[in-house]
């Protein structure tokens, strides 16, 4: 009996320490683990890299969320791609996973499909959204569901 409960106790140990770990150079926020990229590429480029870590651009759903994602983009000083583009329906802007583009913080101005593009598709933090040529080069932020080694090694429904 005491076996068993000194077995039980460890295994929730070890359950616990694969829980709380996001995977090294990601930040866990949430439901997710997030990675902040330290190279510029284009957006659709940013998005095959966040798929290449399993993970995807990210989709920001909450003003907790934004918080978090936002203080980390003004502490960096930099732009960061999200997970958002308008190249559908104009003026239309939808998350790339289908989540609900409900809440948002555009900077005062923003979106105004300007630039020298004259066409600007994509968005970008940094504090605040913007919409920005998906070509230009920013910096990126990848998401992905947390506990990351749980949802890896979750049965794959189909295969
Ligand atoms: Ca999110
Ligand atoms: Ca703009």
């Not at 003026?91 to 913080?105: C, H, M």
């Not at 005062?108 to 300007?114: D, L, T």
């Not at 994509?122 to 080694?149: A, L, M």
């Amino acid at each position: 009996m005491f076996n068993l409960v000194y077995f039980s106790i460890l295994t929730l140990c070890f359950i616990d320490a694969v829980k709380t770990e996001c995977h090294i150079g990601w930040l866990h926020y949430g439901n997710s683990c997030y990675l902040f990229s330290s190279t510029k590429m284009s957006w659709y480029n940013a998005a095959s890299s966040c798929r290449e870590h399993g993970a995807q651009l990210a989709e920001i759903e909450t003003q907790a969320e934004d918080r978090y994602i936002t203080n980390i983009a003004q502490t960096l000083r930099s732009f960061f791609w999200l997970g958002a583009r308008d190249d559908v329906v104009e003026g239309t802007f939808e998350w790339s996973s289908g989540t609900p583009f409900i809440y948002t913080n555009w900077h005062p101005g923003e979106p105004n499909n300007g630039g020298p593009a004259g066409s600007e598709d994509c968005v970008f933090t940094d504090g605040g959204w913007t919409d920005q040529s998906c070509d230009v080069k920013n910096n990126y932020v990848c998401e992905k569901e947390y506990p990351e080694e749980l949802a890896t090694n979750a049965p794959v429904v189909g295969k």
